[in-house]
């Protein structure tokens, strides 16, 4: 083990779920904006672009 | 002419929400399978080939991390910043997006700079934090990160609220210089920077680790940058046909819809 290997595994595992959750979360969020866009357009199935 | 310039050509079709969409989406796994490669590669060679500091011993580790989250922090800030400004001046929707997709990775990375920071403080200075003018600009671009995201989910409607965002960046940008010379015109705790133009004061066993994070740290930018674009131009052109185009291919018209 190293000298201070509780900071150091602090320090890793801080970044680790921060740089994961930063990843994951637009993730999560495109598919929920997917199914709600195909949701709309697969009842309605109107072309109204604008 | 000049529009026949491929490289014209490429710039004015990835502007296309549409096109951006397409090019982007076969980019991403490539960053995300780089940042990967390079993160591990980092990571491994920073905890266990590279050897302790002489002075710091082995809390030295976290400056593989520290460093290049920080870098990140003002990079991701003055790009911010250009792109702001390039909103403001030519009205470019996607530099928009772009702009305002980069301040939760920005806010990310300044996360992880004053928390590592903090954790290696403590077994180097005795202490988490200090009101260090170094940590007190970093953590007032954290303040900035935030509140460029507050006051762009504040105003509806997207395209005001970008331009709204986009002057706050821009005044915001006093702060990277204040961050920078921060360690040269104060009295600091924080020690000053060991890399620089003018050369460096790090062993190549320790510079390369943190080099190939903080390069590692660049792909993951771009891969998440281009993950939250993809996601507010999908958002913001929902009801355009490209968008159903993808999502519901059968109830889509034509394949249009873009714009600049």
């Known amino acids: 083990m190293f000298?201070?290997?509780?900071?150091?595994?602090?320090?890793?595992?801080?970044?680790?779920?921060?740089?994961?959750?930063?990843?994951?979360?637009?993730?999560?969020?495109?598919?929920?904006?997917?199914?709600?866009?195909?949701?709309?357009?697969?009842?309605?199935?109107?072309?109204?672009?604008? | 002419m000049s529009s026949k310039n491929p490289l014209i050509v490429f710039f004015h079709k990835l502007g296309s929400a549409p096109?951006?969409?397409?090019?982007?989406?076969?980019?991403?796994?490539?960053?995300?399978?780089?940042?990967?490669?390079?993160?591990?590669?980092?990571?491994?060679?920073?905890?266990?080939?590279?050897?302790?500091?002489?002075?710091?011993?082995?809390?030295?580790?976290?400056?593989y991390v520290h460093v290049p989250a920080a870098w990140l922090s003002m990079m991701i800030y003055a790009l911010m910043a250009i792109m702001g400004f390039i909103a403001l001046v030519w009205r470019i929707r996607l530099a928009e997006i772009l702009m305002i997709s980069s301040a939760p990775i920005g806010a990310a990375f300044t996360i992880i700079a004053l928390a590592t920071g903090s954790l290696w403080g403590r077994p180097t200075w005795g202490t988490y934090w200090v009101w260090?003018?170094?940590?007190?600009?970093?953590?007032?671009?954290?303040?900035l990160y935030l509140g460029a995201m507050g006051l762009h989910s504040a105003i509806d409607e997207p395209r005001k609220a970008a331009r709204a965002t986009s002057l706050l960046v821009l005044v915001g940008v006093i702060n990277l210089p204040i961050i920078h010379y921060s360690v040269e015109w104060w009295n600091t705790l924080h020690q000053p920077a060991s890399i620089g133009v003018k050369g460096n004061s790090i062993d190549p066993s320790m510079?390369?680790?943190?080099?190939i994070n903080a390069t590692a740290a660049k792909f993951y930018y771009g891969a998440n940058l281009l993950t939250r674009t993809?996601?507010?131009?999908?958002?913001?052109?929902?009801?355009?046909?490209?968008?159903?185009?993808?999502?519901?291919?059968?109830?889509?018209?034509?394949?249009?819809?873009?714009?600049?």
Request: glycine fraction near 6%; include cysteine; aromatic fraction near 10%.
């Open chain 1, 3 to 50: 000298e201070h290997s509780v900071y150091i595994a602090a320090a890793y595992s801080v970044t680790t779920l921060v740089l994961a959750w930063c990843a994951l979360a637009p993730v999560l969020r495109a598919k929920k904006v997917r199914s709600q866009i195909a949701r709309v357009v697969t009842r309605t199935g109107v072309d109204n672009k604008q």
């Open chain 2, 132 to 143: 260090d003018a170094r940590l007190t600009s970093e953590l007032v671009l954290l303040f």
């Open chain 2, 19 to 63: 096109h951006f969409y397409r090019i982007s989406g076969k980019l991403i796994p490539w960053l995300w399978a780089i940042f990967v490669v390079l993160a591990a590669a980092g990571t491994y060679w920073g905890l266990f080939r590279a050897p302790p500091d002489y002075l710091q011993g082995e809390s030295a580790r976290i400056m």
């Open chain 2, 207 to 211: 510079l390369w680790p943190l080099l």
């Open chain 2, 230 to 260: 993809r996601l507010r131009l999908m958002e913001q052109d929902s009801r355009k046909n490209w968008v159903r185009n993808i999502l519901v291919p059968n109830k889509g018209q034509s394949t249009d819809g873009g714009d600049h």
